[in-house]
């Protein structure tokens, strides 16, 4: 169906995929790239290939997308924990629950006699 002779662009040779994270000073402030790279040899050379760019992705995802690169394997919250048993909350305050427990007063403290 497609002659590659016509095609601009190689076939993509496979590799493992990365991220990489890189960091420029600018003059007011750092400028933070985080990039999906594949590598792979061709002709004995190292090539890299930038697959996506994944800079607008907030910082935990990014770290999550390098750990499943790596093998790890991560399980929701919802799925990981069960609730086994719940103990009921004891009320804030003075067990009425409008504020804390009142203080006694200066005067109904014991006096000591001299």
């Not at 990489?20 to 050379?45: D, F, I, M, N």
């Not at 190292?46 to 996506?52: I, R």
């Not at 394997?73 to 629950?97: I, Y």
């Not at 203080?103 to 006096?111: N, V």
Request: net charge positive; glycine share 10%.
């Amino acid at each position: 169906m497609w002659d590659h002779a016509l095609v601009s662009r190689k076939p993509r040779a496979t590799g493992p995929f990365h991220v990489v994270t890189t960091r420029r000073q600018g003059k007011h402030r750092e400028y933070v790239a985080h990039l999906l790279r594949r590598s792979y040899r061709e002709g004995g050379l190292v090539k890299k290939e930038t697959v996506a760019n994944l800079s607008h992705l907030p910082d935990e995802v990014v770290e999550l997308i390098r750990g499943a690169l790596r093998g790890k394997q991560f399980v929701l919250a919802e799925e990981a924990l069960a609730v086994e048993r719940s103990l009921p909350g004891r009320p804030r305050g003075g067990g009425t629950g409008d504020g804390p427990p009142a203080r006694a007063a200066a005067s109904a403290r014991p006096r000591t006699l001299s």
